[in-house]
Every structure is written in structure tokens, then in C-alpha cells.
């Protein structure tokens, strides 16, 4: 008895001291909670600050629950919220990506059946085209890509998803299909076409209907090109960066319906993160290779799935416009998600994807880390570049008239040479950024936005290195009307 007292006695007395452990732990918790939204709110504040970014808008999965939903910046009908809508841009793709997995779920589309086997009206000139698998273009690997096939540059641009087909009747194929990785936007324009040809429905109305609705995305929809942006007064105008400036410019007209067209709020994104890893949209089976890599590459189907050593399994995409951007990570094993979208685009000098390390770190309670590369400094010190070229752009004018009494014919032609460097730079810019940028085709106006400053530079040390090679021919041509009798070296 006395035995069965004591336990008794220890057990009430570790129940109790549990209890008592407990209390303050959740009163902890609920402070750590609300610090961690205020440090959240200043670091999200500051980060936009030092790069001039507008309007945004922040989404974080933690767990089962939306932990937050935000927006950040004033419009001119008010503040921006958690429900104020944004152009995702590529982070589309593990939509699309889903609803194709999704009519593999239900036996309709075989991963590894050829895309023209739904389609045997398909007559290509290349006969590669009949060997790319639908498996091939979710990873990217299809053989496409934007050198054989300029998608942004594109003139007309689609009107439909049923005229993406037509390019692979003309086209010939950069690679056979499976053997190399070209990040193409079509790809997934024809998988949209896939969806919305084996489904019945149209490609917004399915996704509308067999996720959005699903997952409770009562505020996200998709449309089929960016001008439906600007056409819908809810959605934030967007900004490119200039001379420290933010200048609001319309997205330029591009046909993005499958890879970039979905627009969604911070509510809605958190709940798209949630069901990463708790959601029932398609068997465990798929939802493994869903998150999995591709063969050849980190490209899966519409994520870029990694392993890390530190942070575990994690998927994430990122989403680009001239005047839009947003990053998104999904942190598997973690079970935390956090996406951000911007009313800005894609520029040189804003990291947008350090916004995401910085909410990772502070949700985990690191200290975020600073960069000194953001858009304030470097535009600070690009237009100080352009004054102090303006500047020796004078002092070299006038030092030219002052001291180059005798100048040769083949002092001339290396100074001409030299000062021809900016404008080689400006005329390759196009393929210097599609090399950097693995292969895109860029249009000159997405250039211009993203490395605006830069640019305006060039131009004036063109401008000025032409002023200045002016002066050098006349300074030539008044040494030999002065001195005749002297020939030319």
C-alpha cells in the first residue's frame, strides 16, 4: 500500500511540475509569436525600402496552419492586404504540373506516352517531335528551347492554347528529347493544351474547379495573357527600377497561360503551400514524384526540388516579369512554406530570393542576413558612375583641345578603337544576357528593365567617348592643314 502511495505521489508530483512548465511555455510561445511578426514586419519593411519595392505581399505556411498572410505598401485605392491579388508568374508551373498529375491519377494521361499521341492531327517536320514525352516537357527536357523557338520575342503571340501545337509542326528540335535541359516557357503552354484537350474543360475552368476550389483559393484565377493584368483594376500596377526610381510600366503583351498566368493573393498562396505536405489532390505515389527531381537535373515537374544538408528536402520556384516578380520555398521536412510576390520586376542589383532566406531565418530565430548589394546602394553608385563620366567626359574634352598639338593617323585609329568599347557592350547586350541567362531570348524592352541604370550609363559614355573622338579628328585635321608637309605616320 505504502508502495502504491508513493507512486501515486511521484506520478501527481511529475503531472503537477508538468503543468507547471507548461503554463509559461505557451505564455513564451505566444510572445515568440508575436515578436517574431513584429521582426517579420520590420525586415520585410526595410528590405523593400532598400530596394525601392512598392507593394508586396507575404505568405507563410507553417505546420497546419496559415502562420501569416500580409500585404506590405499603400496603393492608390488604399493598403495592400493579405487578399490583394498578384501576378505569380512562373510559379504557375506546379499548377500546371499538378493538373496533369492529376489526370494521370485517374488513368487518363501516361506520364511516358508521347504528347503527339493525343494529338494524331500532328504532322511535324521533325521527327524528334513525335518522340517528346509528356514527362519531357514537365522536366524541361523536351528538346525546346529559346533559341529554335523565341517565346517572348514571338510575333504574333498565341491567341490560344490550341495554337501552341502548331509550332511543332515547323520546328526543329535543339536536342533530341530527354538528353539535355532548356528551361522553356511553352513547354508548359503545351501541357495547359494537354490538360484542357484529355480534360473537356477549359484549362482556367480546371484548375478553378480541381484545385483553387478545392484548397479553398477563392481569390486566385488564371488568365491567358498579361494584358488581362492592367485590364483588371484590382490587381497593383506594376514598376521597373531606374535611376532610383520605381516607374510604373504595363507588362508588355505575352501569351502565359499553362507557365505564368495564374494571380493569387498571400491568403491563398499559404494554402497552396499548406497542401505540399498535408494535401490529398493526387496519390502519395505521384505526390512523391511531384517533388522529386528530374533525370537529368534539379527541374522535377514545376518545381526545383533539392536536398539539403541542413534544411532538408525543399521545392521552390521563382517567377519573373519586366514588372512583377515572386520567389516561392516550400521546406518539406520542415513543414513551412513562404512565397512573396512584388509589384516590381526583375532588376540587376534586387535579390528577391534573399527575402525568402531572410523570413526562413527569422521564423527559425537566426538574425536574417544584409547584403550591401541591394537596389538603393547600387543605384547610388551607378548614378554616381554617370556623373563622374559626365564629369571626365568635360575635363577630357577640354584636355584634348589643350594638349594634343600633334596626333598621328595611328594614334587615331587606337583611340577610335578604345573608344568604340561602350557601344560594342550596348550592341551585345542581347546575347551577353541570353548567355547569362542560360539561353533566353530576351526582348529589348525586358533588357531595358532590368539593367536600366546600367544601360543609361553606357549611353552616356558612348555619348561622351563620341564628343571626345569628335574633338581628336578635328585636333587631327588642324595639325595637318597646319603642318602639310608632314606625312601622316
Known amino acids: 500500500m505504502l508502495k502504491l502511495k508513493k507512486r501515486m505521489y511521484i506520478t501527481i508530483s511529475c503531472l503537477l511540475l508538468c503543468t507547471a512548465w507548461a503554463s509559461p511555455l505557451s505564455a513564451d510561445e505566444a510572445r515568440d509569436r508575436t515578436e517574431v511578426l513584429q521582426e517579420i514586419d520590420e525586415y520585410m519593411n526595410r528590405s523593400m525600402k532598400a530596394n525601392y519595392i512598392k507593394?508586396?505581399?507575404?505568405?507563410?505556411?507553417?505546420?497546419?496552419?496559415?502562420?501569416?498572410?500580409?500585404?506590405?505598401?499603400?496603393?492608390?485605392?488604399?493598403?495592400?492586404?493579405?487578399?490583394?491579388?498578384?501576378?505569380?508568374?512562373?510559379?504557375?508551373?506546379?499548377?500546371?504540373?499538378?493538373?496533369?498529375?492529376?489526370?494521370?491519377?485517374?488513368?487518363?494521361?501516361?506520364?511516358?506516352a508521347t504528347y503527339a499521341s493525343y494529338f494524331?492531327?500532328?504532322?511535324?517536320?521533325?521527327?524528334?517531335?513525335?518522340d517528346i514525352t509528356v514527362r519531357h516537357l514537365l522536366n524541361q527536357t523536351s528538346g525546346l528551347n529559346d533559341?529554335?523557338?523565341?517565346?517572348?520575342?514571338?510575333?504574333?503571340?498565341?491567341q490560344s492554347?490550341?495554337?501552341?501545337?502548331?509550332?511543332?509542326?515547323?520546328?526543329?528540335?535543339?536536342?533530341?528529347?530527354?538528353?539535355?535541359?532548356?528551361?522553356?516557357?511553352?513547354?508548359?503552354?503545351?501541357?495547359?493544351?494537354?490538360?484542357?484537350?484529355?480534360?473537356?474543360?477549359?484549362?482556367?475552368?480546371?484548375?478553378?474547379?480541381?484545385i483553387f476550389e478545392p484548397l479553398g483559393m477563392n481569390h486566385t484565377f488564371s488568365v491567358n495573357t498579361t494584358q488581362q493584368f492592367y485590364e483588371n483594376n484590382t490587381i497593383p500596377l506594376g514598376y521597373y527600377l531606374s535611376l532610383g526610381r520605381a516607374i510604373s510600366q504595363s507588362e508588355p503583351l505575352w501569351f502565359i497561360e499553362g507557365p505564368a498566368g495564374i494571380v493569387s493573393t498571400a491568403e491563398d498562396m499559404s494554402l497552396w503551400m499548406l497542401s505540399?505536405?498535408?494535401?490529398?489532390?493526387?496519390?502519395?505515389?505521384?505526390?512523391?514524384?511531384?517533388?522529386?527531381?528530374?533525370?537529368?537535373?534539379?527541374?522535377?515537374?514545376?518545381?526545383?526540388?533539392?536536398?539539403?544538408?541542413?534544411?532538408?528536402?525543399?521545392?521552390?520556384?521563382?517567377?519573373?516579369?519586366?514588372?512583377?516578380?515572386?520567389?516561392?520555398?516550400?521546406?518539406?521536412?520542415?513543414?513551412?512554406?513562404?512565397?512573396?510576390?512584388?509589384n516590381s520586376g526583375i532588376n540587376a542589383y534586387v535579390n528577391y530570393s534573399a527575402f525568402i532566406d531572410g523570413i526562413a531565418?527569422?521564423?527559425?530565430?537566426?538574425?536574417?542576413?544584409?547584403s550591401f548589394v541591394n537596389g538603393r546602394n547600387?543605384?547610388?553608385?551607378?548614378?554616381?558612375?554617370?556623373?563622374?563620366?559626365?564629369?571626365?567626359?568635360?575635363?577630357?574634352?577640354?584636355?584634348?583641345?589643350?594638349?594634343?598639338?600633334?596626333?598621328?593617323?595611328?594614334?587615331?585609329?587606337?583611340?577610335?578603337?578604345?573608344?568604340?568599347?561602350?557601344?560594342?557592350?550596348?550592341?551585345?547586350?542581347?546575347?551577353?544576357?541570353?548567355f547569362i541567362g542560360g539561353g533566353r531570348v530576351l526582348p529589348w524592352f525586358g533588357i531595358w528593365t532590368t539593367l536600366s541604370t546600367p544601360i543609361i550609363w553606357l549611353m552616356v559614355w558612348s555619348l561622351v567617348n563620341f564628343v571626345h573622338l569628335a574633338c581628336y579628328i578635328y585636333v587631327y585635321f588642324q595639325n595637318t592643314k597646319n603642318d602639310p608637309l608632314e606625312l601622316p605616320q
Open 55 to 112: 507593394a508586396a505581399s507575404l505568405a507563410i505556411a507553417n505546420n497546419d496552419e496559415v502562420f501569416y498572410a500580409k500585404g506590405y505598401g499603400t496603393l492608390a485605392d488604399g493598403q495592400v492586404t493579405g487578399n490583394t491579388p498578384f501576378p505569380i508568374a512562373s510559379l504557375s508551373k506546379s499548377f500546371t504540373a499538378l493538373a496533369v498529375l492529376q489526370l494521370v491519377d485517374k488513368g487518363q494521361i501516361d506520364l511516358d
Open 120 to 130: 494524331p492531327e500532328l504532322s511535324p517536320q521533325d521527327p524528334y517531335v513525335l
Open 147 to 158: 533559341k529554335i523557338n523565341p517565346d517572348m520575342t514571338k510575333t504574333p503571340q498565341f
Open 161 to 210: 492554347l490550341a495554337e501552341a501545337n502548331q509550332l511543332l509542326n515547323t520546328v526543329q528540335l535543339a536536342h533530341i528529347p530527354g538528353t539535355a535541359y532548356s528551361y522553356h516557357n511553352p513547354n508548359y503552354v503545351l501541357l495547359a493544351n494537354l490538360v484542357e484537350s484529355v480534360s473537356g474543360e477549359r484549362f482556367s475552368d480546371y484548375l478553378k474547379k480541381h
Open 276 to 342: 505540399q505536405y498535408n494535401g490529398r489532390l493526387v496519390s502519395p505515389v505521384l505526390m512523391k514524384q511531384y517533388h522529386a527531381s528530374g533525370a537529368i537535373g534539379p527541374y522535377g515537374m514545376g518545381w526545383l526540388a533539392n536536398q539539403d544538408a541542413s534544411n532538408g528536402q525543399t521545392i521552390s520556384h521563382s517567377g519573373i516579369f519586366w514588372t512583377y516578380k515572386s520567389e516561392e520555398q516550400v521546406y518539406l521536412n520542415e513543414q513551412m512554406g513562404i512565397a512573396v510576390m512584388f
Open 361 to 370: 531565418d527569422i521564423m527559425r530565430g537566426q538574425e536574417p542576413q544584409t
Open 378 to 434: 547600387m543605384e547610388t553608385i551607378m548614378i554616381a558612375l554617370i556623373v563622374a563620366t559626365l564629369a571626365w567626359g568635360i575635363y577630357g574634352y577640354s584636355r584634348i583641345l589643350r594638349n594634343y598639338h600633334r596626333l598621328t593617323i595611328s594614334k587615331l585609329i587606337m583611340i577610335t578603337v578604345g573608344r568604340l568599347i561602350p557601344v560594342l557592350i550596348l550592341l551585345s547586350l542581347s546575347p551577353l544576357v541570353t
